[in-house]
Structure formats: structure tokens, C-alpha cells
């Protein structure tokens, strides 16, 4: 792009990456404030909804201007994963790239396997990997680890919404299931706590995210389309809206007026909608996330977004 040649204004709404295995969450970022710098684009806020390991692939929510505020969301927002467990051999990292730390000759029946999975439905008690980016004492988990350190995480409640079979049991001696889960959740310590569970060990060899809250499999394009934006391909055939990200939460329709006061932060009284959490909206475009409760209506999370009344 010329340098004289005038800015485009920055984009907000969200970008679903397909992340290819070996591209760390932090890289995805930068690769859509290059590419986005490249098509010259003004400076927007990026960030993601939710880190993927380096070693898994899949869906990787990019939010970009208005859309970070929302990014949090995401975070706490329940994930679909595919992952496949190799029985006979656990690795300190519990998954391909760590190191042996124990072996086991038994192999599970697939008839064993259905009558495990039901003990890892609903709310359980699970541990972290020793390789994770929890923090210890102020200090990354992954760090202490790497160093050597005995790292003792404490367990946590999480919540497998379902956890299918997708794929049988091969000479290779692998399982492939499906895990609906809630946030927090390590698919790694849940393939070594299944194989423990049917007297064996076990890592994950594939894992891949098919859903992060409300984004599909289905919407999220590769690595390449991503730097074709860079290369004068239109952004508008990718970017998703900032309300995509809210599709579980209904509309609240606003008159002029009503926005201009959400905007400056007030409190929208006489409200007749049930008690919860809306997005106030100005005819096509997101106001606010806004709170209502006994009538009242009270800003969340405004959005400051191009064509709302000033």
C-alpha cells in the first residue's frame, strides 16, 4: 500500500481461524495485526478468545477493535473438542512432545471404554498438566516444569457437558472422542485420567477444537485465507460481526434517543422485558451490553462503533 495513501478506518467484529497445529494462539494474533497492517488498516486492538496449544488445531475466535471487549466471554464460553488418546505409554507433557514417564501393556476393549466414559460426565474433579500456563507461585506451571521442578497443581472442578466415541479403536491402539466441556478444562489430563481409569496410561496424539462458544468448525478459514487479507483480499468476505459473538444473548431494541443516553452510561428506566442480560442495539448495529433488572436497564459493556448517535 502507498504511503499516501489514506487509511482504511479500523475493522471491529471477528476473524475464525482454522489454527494449524504448530502455530502458537499468541502467532495467530500477530498474524492478523500484520495482515490487517498490511491492507492498510488503522491500528485496532486484536485478541483471542481462548488459547489453543501450539500442538492442537481448530477453532481460534480472533477478535478484532469493539469485539476484544467481548473476549472474556469467550473465555468462560464452553468448547467442543476431538482428541485421540494412545493407550500403553504416558509422557510428562501428555501428549506427543514430552518425554516416557510410565508404560503399561494392557489395552482396553472398546466395550470398556463405553463403560469408563459415563464416571466423566457432568462435574468432576480434574488435575491440570504440570506443562500448562496456570501460574505457581507467580510463576508459569510450563516454566517450572521445563526446569525440572516438581509442579503440584491442585484439582478443580470442570464440567463434561458430553464425551462421545467418534472413532474406534485401531491396531495402533488409539480411541478418538468427541468432549463437550466447560472452561478450564484440559483435554490432555482428561485422556491420561480415561486411561487410568481403564487400568492403563495414556496421551493425546490429536486434538482439535470444533466449537469456542458460539463459532463453528464450519466458519473458520485457514491460515492462507487469513494472509490473502494482507494481500488485498477484501476483509468483509471473513469478518464476522462483532454480534456474532452474542447469539445466545437476545436483542434489545433502542430509539435514537435511548442510545444516545446508553452511550454517555445512563440508566434506561420502565423497561418491560424480563429480568437478564441483552444487546441494546440502534436499528443494525450494537450499542451495549446491558443489564436488565426489575425494569431497569443498566450498562454492562457499551461498544463504541461507527454510525451509532453521537
Not at 472413532?167 to 486411561?195: C, F, M, P, W
Request: proline share 6%; aromatic share 4%; glycine share 10%.
Amino acid at each position: 500500500m502507498p504511503q499516501d495513501s489514506p487509511k482504511k478506518p479500523a475493522p471491529h467484529g471477528w476473524l475464525i481461524l482454522d489454527k494449524p497445529r504448530g502455530l502458537g494462539s499468541t502467532q495467530a494474533v500477530a498474524a492478523a495485526k500484520r495482515n490487517l497492517r498490511e491492507s492498510g488498516y488503522s491500528k485496532a486492538k486484536v485478541g483471542h478468545g481462548g488459547t489453543l496449544d501450539p500442538l492442537a488445531e481448530g477453532v481460534l475466535p480472533i477478535a478484532l477493535g469493539e469485539a476484544t471487549k467481548l473476549a472474556g466471554r469467550m473465555l468462560d464460553a464452553s468448547k467442543i473438542y476431538d482428541f485421540t488418546i494412545q493407550f500403553g505409554e504416558e509422557t510428562d507433557t501428555l501428549d506427543t512432545e514430552g518425554e516416557t514417564i510410565g508404560t503399561s501393556d494392557v489395552r482396553p476393549t472398546i466395550e470398556e471404554i463405553k463403560k469408563a466414559l459415563p464416571q466423566f460426565s457432568g462435574a468432576i474433579d480434574q488435575v491440570p498438566p504440570a506443562y500448562s500456563a496456570l501460574k505457581v507461585d507467580g510463576k508459569r506451571a510450563y516454566d517450572l516444569a521445563r526446569a525440572g521442578e516438581e509442579v503440584e497443581l491442585k484439582k478443580r472442578l470442570v464440567i463434561i457437558h458430553s464425551l462421545d466415541i467418534i472413532g474406534g479403536l485401531n491396531e495402533l491402539d488409539q480411541i478418538t472422542l468427541s468432549a463437550h466441556v466447560s472452561k478450564g478444562t484440559y483435554i490432555r489430563s482428561l485422556g491420561r485420567d480415561i486411561a487410568h481409569a481403564l487400568g492403563t496410561c495414556g496421551h493425546v496424539t490429536y486434538l482439535r477444537r470444533t466449537k469456542a462458544g458460539p463459532f463453528l468448525e464450519s466458519q473458520a478459514i485457514s491460515l492462507d485465507k487469513l494472509n490473502q487479507i494482507g494481500r488485498g483480499a477484501p476483509l468483509s468476505d471473513l469478518l464476522l460481526p462483532l454480534e456474532a459473538g452474542l447469539d445466545d444473548i437476545p436483542a434489545l431494541s433502542l430509539s435514537q434517543t435511548d442510545a444516545q443516553a446508553v452511550r454517555k452510561g445512563r440508566v434506561l428506566s420502565g423497561m418491560p422485558q424480563s429480568p437478564g442480560l441483552y444487546c441494546a442495539m440502534l436499528d443494525s448495529v450494537p450499542v451495549a451490553l446491558m443489564q436488565i433488572e426489575g425494569g431497569t436497564a443498566k450498562v454492562v459493556r457499551g461498544f463504541n462503533l461507527p454510525d451509532v448517535a453521537e
